[in-house]
C-alpha cells in the first residue's frame, strides 16, 4: 500500500506484484464460456481472451480451469490436468502478453457443483448416461435446486489427490507463459464448499473449526506456493459471505485472507455467494466493493472488487477511495471489450492502442 508522499493511484495507474506489473488496475474477471472440448481451449477461447487485451485492460484472467477432469463444472469447462492442455493456452497467454495485458488463469475444482449442462441446455447436473459424472465434496450434501447429485464425502486420500493436481495443473499454468495465477476458493466450488460450515459437516481435521474447514485451501495454497515462482503474483478467489446466516462471513474471510497472506497469497479477489441455493442476495451496483475494502484494510493485502462495476467513475472512485487495487470487470466486458479505451476516455486519460489501431483511439 502506498505512504502519504506518493500520490494516491487511479485506474490508470499501474500496479507492480511482485516483478509483474499491470498497465491499469482493469482485469477481466474470470468467465466460463462452456466452449470447450475434453478440457482443450479453442479459438473460441483465443478470440474471446485476446480480444479483451486489445481492448486494453490490465489483466486478462482465464476462467475457472478444472485441475481434473470431474472438476469440470460442465463437459465444456477448461482444463489443465493433462500436457494437452498446456499448448493452446500458451498461445492464448503468449498473445495476452504481446498486446499489453498481463496473463492470469483461475485454477479450480467445482466440487459437488460439477457435472452440470451447459447453462444454454439449462445447466442442471448431468446423470452419467448424459455424459455427467460423480461428483466429490467435503460432505455428502446436494446443492439443491437443479443441481441434485449427492457428492461423495472425500477421504482424506481424495483430499491429498487434489492438492496434488492443483500443484500439477499451477506448474502447467506457468509452462504455459501465464504470469498471474489465481485459485478459485468461491462460489459454492470445492475450496468453498470445506470453508462453509453449511457444506462442511466434517468432524475429522478438515471440518469444525475455521482452521480446520481452511486446511485444504492453505495446505493447497502452501503447496502451489512451492512450485508457482516467487517472483510472480498468487491470488486468491472467495466468496466473503455466504448470504446466509450460520454460513461464511466477512469477519472469517479476513480472518482465512491473513493465514492466505502468510502462506505468500498477495490478493484476495473478492466475490460471494453461490455456496448454498436458498441465499438471500440484494444485488446494487458494486454491492461486493464493501467486502474488498474490509478485507483490504481488516487483513492488510491487496484486494480485487468485483461484481456489478460498469462505469468508469464508479471503478476510478473504488480505487482513489482506497477500497480496492484492482477492479475485474465480468459481463460489462462481454458487452464491451474495449471497456479499457471507452473508460480512459471518459477519465481524460491517454493510453496505448496496438499500432494497428493508431489513428482510431
Ligand atoms: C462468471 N463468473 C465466474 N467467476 C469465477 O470466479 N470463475 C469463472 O469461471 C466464472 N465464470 C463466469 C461465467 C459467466 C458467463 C459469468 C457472467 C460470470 C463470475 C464473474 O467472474 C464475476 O465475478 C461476476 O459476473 C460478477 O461481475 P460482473 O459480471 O457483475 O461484472
Ligand atoms: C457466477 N458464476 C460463476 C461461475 C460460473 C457460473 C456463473 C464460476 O465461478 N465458475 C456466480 C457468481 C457468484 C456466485 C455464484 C455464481
Redesign the pocket.
Known amino acids: 500500500m502506498e505512504n502519504d508522499s506518493t500520490p494516491a493511484p487511479h485506474l490508470f495507474s499501474p500496479l507492480t506484484v511482485r516483478s509483474v506489473t499491470l498497465r491499469n488496475r482493469i482485469g477481466v474477471s474470470p468467465m466460463?464460456q462452456y466452449s470447450a472440448a475434453d478440457g482443450v481451449a479453442n479459438d473460441w477461447h483465443y478470440v474471446h481472451l485476446g480480444s479483451r487485451a486489445v481492448g486494453g485492460a490490465g489483466l486478462v484472467i482465464v476462467e475457472?480451469t478444472a485441475v481434473a477432469p470431474e472438476g469440470r463444472?460442465t463437459p465444456g469447462c477448461l482444463g489443465l490436468w493433462s500436457d494437452k492442455h498446456s499448448e493452446p493456452l500458451a498461445r492464448i497467454a503468449k498473445f495476452v502478453k504481446e498486446h499489453g495485458a498481463v496473463a492470469g488463469i483461475q485454477i479450480?475444482h467445482a466440487g459437488r457443483k460439477a457435472s452440470a449442462d451447459l447453462p444454454w441446455r439449462g445447466g442442471a447436473h448431468l446423470a452419467d448416461a448424459q455424459g455427467g459424472w460423480p461428483t466429490i465434496a467435503p460432505s455428502a450434501i446436494p446443492f439443491g435446486d437443479t443441481l441434485t447429485k449427492v457428492p461423495r464425502a472425500m477421504t482424506v486420500a481424495d483430499i491429498q489427490r487434489v492438492q496434488n493436481e492443483f500443484v500439477a495443473a499451477a506448474k502447467r499454468a506457468l509452462t504455459a507463459g501465464f504470469n498471474w495465477l489465481e485459485l478459485?476458493a468461491?462460489?459454492?466450488?470445492l475450496f468453498s464448499e470445506f470453508l462453509s460450515p453449511h457444506t462442511n459437516h466434517r468432524t475429522d481435521q478438515y471440518g469444525g473449526s475455521l482452521e480446520n474447514r481452511s486446511r485444504l485451501l492453505l495446505d493447497t495454497t502452501r503447496a502451489v506456493r512451492q512450485v508457482w515462482p516467487d517472483n510472480l503474483p498468487l491470488t486468491v478467489r472467495i466468496?466473503a459471505t455466504d448470504w446466509k446466516a450460520g454460513g461464511w462471513e466477512i469477519e472469517q474471510s479476513i480472518a482465512l485472507a491473513k493465514l492466505l497472506k502468510a502462506e505468500g497469497v498477495d490478493l484476495m479477489d473478492c466475490?460471494?455467494?453461490?455456496v448454498v441455493a436458498d441465499a438471500k442476495i440484494t444485488v446494487a451496483p458494486g454491492y461486493q466493493v464493501p467486502f474488498a475494502e474490509k478485507i483490504r484494510h481488516g487483513a492488510s493485502i491487496a484486494t480485487a472488487a468485483v461484481g456489478f462495476i460498469t462505469e468508469a467513475k464508479q471503478a476510478d472512485d473504488i480505487v482513489r477511495h482506497g477500497q480496492a487495487d484492482v477492479v475485474l470487470l465480468g459481463r460489462q466486458m462481454l458487452v464491451d471489450p474495449y471497456w479499457p479505451a471507452h473508460a480512459a476516455k471518459a477519465l481524460g486519460q491517454k493510453i496505448t492502442p496496438p499500432n494497428q489501431y493508431l489513428r482510431a483511439w
Do not use: D, E, V, W
Open positions: 466460463c475457472a463444472i479450480a478459485h468461491a462460489h459454492g466450488y466468496s466475490s460471494s455467494g453461490g
